[in-house]
Nanobody, 127 residues
Framework: QVQLTESGGGLVQPGGSLRLSCAAS????????AGWFRQAPGKEREGVSC????????YYVDSVKGRFTISRDNAKNTMYLQMNNLKPEDTAVYYC????????????????????WGQGTQVTVSS
């Protein structure tokens, strides 16, 4: 089972940028579809983005389209989430996860479809 570790979170002002990283060990990240999820206090875990293994097809929740970009570097066994023009409503703990599938399913935004999870990294957007 893939072991995942997120990094890159922090405090940023509205309009700022952060890049999250998800490093995989004990497995190959590129064998799996992988996603980013977030959970704000008192809210359910929300799918942010997914990237397929085979062709790199990407998917985004509407609220981050045009602002966030998911990518992967197979040589480094690492996935990224570039977040630009951050808003206070982006504040949450961000998690990366891999699924037991190579392509992002149509319901990729449902967290229960994913099997391996990192420990999360806090992103706070505030002035």
């Amino acid at each position: 089972q893939v072991q995942l570790t997120e990094s890159g979170g922090g405090l940023v002002q509205p309009g700022g940028s952060l890049r999250l990283s998800c490093a995989a060990s004990e497995g190959h990240l590129d064998y799996h579809a992988a996603g980013w999820f977030r959970q704000a206090p008192g809210k359910e875990r929300e799918g942010v983005s997914c990237i397929s293994s085979f062709d790199g097809t990407t998917y985004y929740v509407d609220s981050v389209k045009g602002r966030f970009t998911i990518s992967r570097d197979n040589a480094k066994n690492t996935m990224y989430l570039q977040m630009n023009n951050l808003k206070p409503e982006d504040t949450a703990v961000y998690y990366c996860a891999t699924g037991p599938f190579g392509r992002c399913p149509s319901d990729w935004n449902n967290y229960y479809r994913f099997r391996s999870w990192g420990q999360g990294t806090q992103v706070t957007v505030s002035s």
